[in-house]
């Protein structure tokens, strides 16, 4: 059947006011185009769609068969036109998203994405720790919080996106560098920098040691994963950061990861706004592409290889 948008449309009108005249009206168009449109559909589909009994006129089987399809296709369209309506108002929208520091490793490429997609909306980014993140929820200060997983007891809405491992970074000429399986107890030898209280990096760290009875000696504290980074490759000592923060000082041979037993600590992103928050149009379709569409833009983050 080769069946025309335009003939649907009209003959939805005719059998929607089972008149040719009021289709006509409505339609702003002539009597005889509207009849022109009908019977072009007719002989398209191969059979009549209307009866004329008198003045009136019906619909015949076929007809109705029609008038389905021609109803179907006018509810999608409406929703379609709905749904596009939706997206301009993304297109000038605004979107305050707070991220932790170790998420900045890959929230620019995740929000360029974006913005190439909608690029009306305004961005603003805010970069901080984890208890920076968990104030700045309580605050209801953005629209949406990208995070590790938030402690229960706050009222959040948190959807894990991405997975997060930690592993333990040494430098590259560290005699560690060539074991295999290195015991946990083996650690207490080293030295571990610490991130500063308050970020997540450290109390997983902290939570998993205790967890396993293991005491760790610590040295210098440090607030950046960038200094953690730099402490280590000045032999300062040993550090435990997200695979997501070494992608390049891997590939450059400046850091190594250490093949450690249970390592690495198994975390996730979450993507994070208050229960109950009204999230604007911009926000939820934000959160949306974090959801769906971060494994697939950036396939190489979500499961990075030690
Ligand atoms: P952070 O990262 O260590 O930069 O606070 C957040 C997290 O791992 O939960």
Same mark, same amino acid.
């Given at each position: 059947?080769?069946?025309?948008? $335009?003939?649907?449309?009209?003959? %939805?009108?005719?059998?929607?006011?089972?008149?040719?005249?009021?289709?006509?009206?409505?339609? %702003?168009?002539?009597? &005889? #185009?509207?009849?022109?449109?009908? =019977?072009?559909?007719?002989?398209?589909?191969?059979?009549?769609?209307?009866?004329?009994?008198?003045? =009136?006129?019906?619909?015949?089987?076929?007809?109705?068969?029609?008038?389905?399809?021609?109803?179907?296709? #006018?509810?999608? /369209?409406?929703?379609?036109?709905? @749904?596009?309506?939706?997206? $301009?108002?993304?297109?000038?929208?605004?979107?305050?998203?707070?991220?932790?520091? @170790?998420?900045?490793?890959?929230?620019? $490429? /995740?929000?360029?994405?974006?913005?190439?997609?909608?690029?009306?909306?305004?961005?603003?980014?805010?970069?901080?720790?984890?208890?920076?993140?968990? =104030?700045?929820?309580?605050?209801?200060?953005?629209?949406?919080?990208?995070?590790?997983?938030?402690?229960?007891? %706050?009222? *959040?809405? #948190?959807?894990?996106?991405?997975?997060? &491992? *930690?592993?333990?970074?040494?430098?590259?000429?560290?005699?560690? @560098?060539?074991?295999?399986?290195?015991?946990?107890?083996?650690?207490?030898?080293? @030295?571990?920098?610490?991130?500063?209280?308050?970020?997540?990096?450290?109390? #997983?760290?902290?939570?998993?040691?205790?967890?396993?009875?293991?005491?760790?000696?610590?040295?210098?504290?440090?607030?950046?994963?960038?200094?953690? =980074?730099?402490?280590?490759?000045?032999?300062?000592?040993?550090?435990?950061?997200?695979?997501?923060?070494?992608?390049?000082?891997?590939?450059?041979?400046?850091?190594?990861?250490?093949?450690?037993?249970?390592?690495?600590?198994?975390?996730?992103?979450?993507?994070?706004?208050?229960?109950?928050?009204?999230?604007? $149009?911009?926000?939820?379709?934000?959160?949306?592409?974090?959801?769906?569409?971060?494994?697939? *833009?950036?396939?190489?983050?979500?499961?990075?290889?030690?």
């Amino acid at each position: 059947m080769h069946v025309t948008l $335009r003939q649907l449309n009209v003959f %939805h009108a005719v059998a929607r006011h089972r008149s040719f005249t009021r289709a006509a009206e409505e339609l %702003h168009l002539s009597q &005889p #185009a509207v009849s022109m449109q009908v =019977k072009q559909l007719e002989e398209n589909v191969g059979l009549p769609l209307f009866e004329h009994l008198g003045k =009136k006129i019906y619909l015949t089987e076929a007809g109705t068969e029609i008038f389905r399809c021609s109803r179907a296709v #006018a509810q999608q /369209l409406a929703e379609t036109e709905q @749904t596009i309506a939706e997206l $301009r108002g993304v297109e000038r929208g605004q979107l305050a998203v707070a991220v932790a520091s @170790t998420v900045n490793y890959f929230a620019p $490429r /995740l929000l360029a994405g974006f913005s190439q997609r909608y690029p009306g909306v305004h961005i603003s980014l805010s970069v901080t720790n984890r208890e920076g993140l968990l =104030k700045n929820l309580e605050g209801n200060e953005s629209d949406v919080v990208l995070m590790g997983q938030p402690p229960a007891e %706050h009222e *959040l809405v #948190a959807e894990p996106f991405m997975l997060n &491992p *930690l592993v333990v970074i040494s430098p590259p000429d560290h005699p560690l @560098t060539r074991a295999r399986r290195i015991p946990l107890a083996r650690l207490q030898q080293e @030295t571990f920098l610490l991130r500063e209280p308050g970020s997540g990096t450290r109390v #997983a760290m902290e939570r998993f040691f205790s967890e396993r009875g293991i005491s760790i000696y610590t040295g210098m504290e440090m607030n950046t994963n960038e200094a953690i =980074k730099q402490g280590v490759e000045a032999g300062l000592g040993l550090g435990i950061v997200s695979l997501h923060t070494v992608g390049l000082e891997l590939e450059m041979k400046r850091l190594a990861v250490l093949n450690v037993e249970d390592f690495p600590i198994e975390r996730q992103w979450y993507v994070v706004h208050r229960q109950g928050k009204r999230l604007s $149009r911009v926000a939820q379709v934000f959160k949306d592409y974090v959801l769906n569409e971060a494994t697939a *833009l950036h396939g190489d983050i979500r499961s990075p290889r030690p």
